[in-house]
């Protein structure tokens, strides 16, 4: 008796679909980000990093590393070296001064914006041929997954 | 007068949301890879070698250095380190002595039938609370995605 749970064909064939379509989709936007930042000063995990303060604020070192998935010692030396460039600066909390948050300077949230930017036209470009219903319900679809891709 | 063409507020709105969602999923579709790939012997560069020629058959040095987007002399090591590891060939083409070509061999096969099936088990996984109609729907709209990305 076939078990009722299990998969159509069709959506065994969309999975494997899917996996495969974001694994090269994922390389090719890896790719074109590295392109972007070629025009700037910061490597791409500086850009991630960075990426992380600008959109969700002041962080630990220990917060950050585990966004990242990095040691602490790979993001402590990371962050010496955005600091020393004047991108990010060491803030003491004012409540608990035994704690360190790295904080976005105005030079690393310049750079940061404009990277997002290009990375938006390159986005908007190749989305040319798609219409505005695809792209609010693609849009749609790629927060719900990742969403569940952050639930635990 | 505003432009005829000019994106809506809309529309705006969510390419900017795209492109972040796109960026994070990406991030945590790169760790889970990694963390998939901690249980086989090799790396995350040999892993998208074996994916170009598993999916798309055998591949010169020079073809694979271009899908991957590294140097020539990069992707000669890579390979080399494969072939020692017996899990790819070097085979000479029968119509032009002068041409060689990468071929995948049954271990390197092996191991990369696995590792993409456990991809597709963590998708799978993080599609659970998709209906059919949307799988179906986000599994079109990524492959019109990659098509318009690999356009020239």
Do not use: C
Not at 73 to 91: F, H
Not at 104 to 130: H, M
Request: charged residues 30%.
């Amino acid at each position: 008796m076939a078990e009722q749970n299990a998969m159509s064909l069709e959506g065994t064939e969309n999975i494997a679909r899917m996996e495969k379509e974001l694994r090269y989709i994922s390389g090719i936007i890896k790719q074109q980000g590295r392109k972007i930042l070629s025009n700037y000063t910061i490597t791409p995990p500086q850009f991630i990093a960075l990426q992380w303060l600008f959109e969700h604020g002041d962080m630990t070192i220990g917060d950050l590393s585990n966004k990242m998935y990095l040691a602490f010692s790979t993001t402590t030396d990371l962050v010496d070296r955005m600091e020393n460039n004047k991108l990010v600066k060491r803030v003491r909390d004012e409540q608990d001064r035994r704690v360190v948050r790295i904080h976005l300077l105005g030079e690393g949230e310049r750079i940061i914006e404009e990277v997002i930017d290009k990375r938006r036209n390159y986005l908007n470009a190749v989305l040319e041929d798609f219409s505005e219903v695809e792209i609010n319900e693609f849009s749609r679809l790629l927060t719900k997954l990742h969403k569940e891709m952050i639930k635990d």
